[in-house]
């Protein structure tokens, strides 16, 4: 009979071994990036488009995935902080490499630029794998950014059931409407066009940069006082609502800017993966808002 010692001993060793078998077959089995994308593909609720921007933007798509970050916007501070934090796939809503089709034309030094050249190094060298979903995640019912939107606003009791983008609100001034929001959202830079006093009842959201012409027919809506709105063109949306606050039409806009006017959709986003990932973990990584105003 062997020795006592050498049985636990042994024992020991054993365990130790099936601990470091049991690890390395597990670390085989993480999914893929791709594989992540297939998953959301298939669980998205809408048919997926072939002429989409919510592709691959930097990466091996085959590259195991230790953790993934969701995100509004993928700045490098953003990058920086999901690295830092273990996860190497990126999910953005927006594009990566400051163009909507995320392609270099429009740089004078083109892949040459330094600023994209330090990004695409910070990237390479932590082997990060960015993907992009802004078409899908909109084209839900309800749009993904929308209800994330109105869930950080609090604003579920009070939306149109026939149209998700409206709203009817207890009667307040535009001024303490744009302050609430501003709070709710904590928002540093706001701009409005507009009469502070202005009665408003109804609210169009629209967030992100709907365009003109869907800013348009929100405001052509005669019962809608308020659009609130990412971003706009200031020769269209924001002197057409100027002009009709000169002709006394009671319209407004409430600029929130694009970050903090989708960074709850995407929040929403994190939420809604975590119902059908859990293989792998799952973090929310906010896009800093850039602009700061004086002080006086």
Known sequence: ?????????????????????????????????????????????????????????????????????????????????????????????????????????????????????AKRQFIEKHGLVIWRFHDHWHARNPDGIEAGMVHALGWEKFQDPHNQYLFAIPETTLEKLAAVIKRQLGIHVMRVVGVPDLRVTKIALAPGAAGFSRHAEALEMTAVQTLVIGEAHEWETVEYVADAVTEGKQKSLIILSHIPSEQAGMEECTRWLK??????????????????????
């Open 1 to 117: 009979m062997p020795p006592l010692r050498f049985i636990k001993s042994t024992t020991v060793f054993l365990i130790a071994i099936a601990s470091l078998t049991s690890a390395a077959f597990a670390g085989d089995q993480r999914l893929t990036a791709r594989e992540v994308i297939t998953r959301i593909q298939q669980h998205v609720g809408v048919p997926w488009r072939s002429d989409t921007v919510d592709t691959f933007k930097a990466g091996n798509p085959d590259t195991p995935v230790t953790g993934i970050a969701v995100t509004m916007m993928a700045t490098l501070d953003v990058l920086q902080r999901a690295a830092a934090s273990g996860n190497n796939l990126i999910i953005t809503h927006e594009p990566t490499f400051y163009d909507h089709l995320d392609k270099t034309d429009q740089l004078p030094e083109k892949e040459n630029d330094q600023v994209l050249a």
């Open 275 to 296: 119902t059908f990932l859990i293989e792998v973990a799952i973090q929310f990584v906010p896009a800093s808002e850039p602009f700061w105003s004086p002080k006086p």
